[in-house]
């Protein structure tokens, strides 16, 4: 029988080893999800600016049920439009981050979560909800019509 102690460490273990990616390049992110036939979860977010995104970084997406959830079934992009001079992307990184605005984000929210099948279509949007990460991929997935 295992201890408190060992099912502790090894929990710790398992949390260490799930980690998720957020790319930045939605061209290399179409090309993975082809490859390993997932669907895309495109986020834009205002990440020092925006409290809903905010919210959406800390209890959604750094939670440990969507890190395990998120490297079995998504590739995930992050376009992010900080303000803070601080916070500054790269020209090239900005200008393709309005690129993907122009094209997924024509309402103008923020945050706003756009998923993507592997060969570009639109499933679903969604945005911030106050409600529990297996909440939030239990929504993901009707978006996706799972």
Not at 17 to 39: G, I, P, Y
Not at 56 to 62: A, C, R, S, T, V
């Amino acid at each position: 029988m295992l201890s408190p102690i060992k099912i502790l460490v090894a929990a710790c273990l398992v949390t260490l080893l799930v980690s998720v990616e957020w790319l930045t390049d939605f061209d290399k992110a179409r090309h993975t999800a082809a490859e390993q036939d997932k669907n895309i979860i495109l986020v834009f977010a205002g990440s020092d600016w925006c409290a809903p995104c905010i919210k959406l970084e800390q209890k959604i997406w750094e939670s440990d049920e969507f890190k395990a959830e998120a490297a079995q079934k998504w590739v995930l992009v992050k376009a992010d439009f900080p303000k803070k001079k601080a916070n500054a992307l790269p020209e090239a990184q900005t200008q393709h981050n309005a690129a993907l605005y122009e094209k997924y984000n024509k309402e103008g929210v923020f945050p706003l979560v756009v998923v993507i099948d592997k060969t570009g279509k639109v499933l679903g949007k969604t945005t911030y909800k106050d409600i529990t990460p297996a909440e939030y991929i239990k929504h993901l997935h009707t978006l996706e019509g799972k």
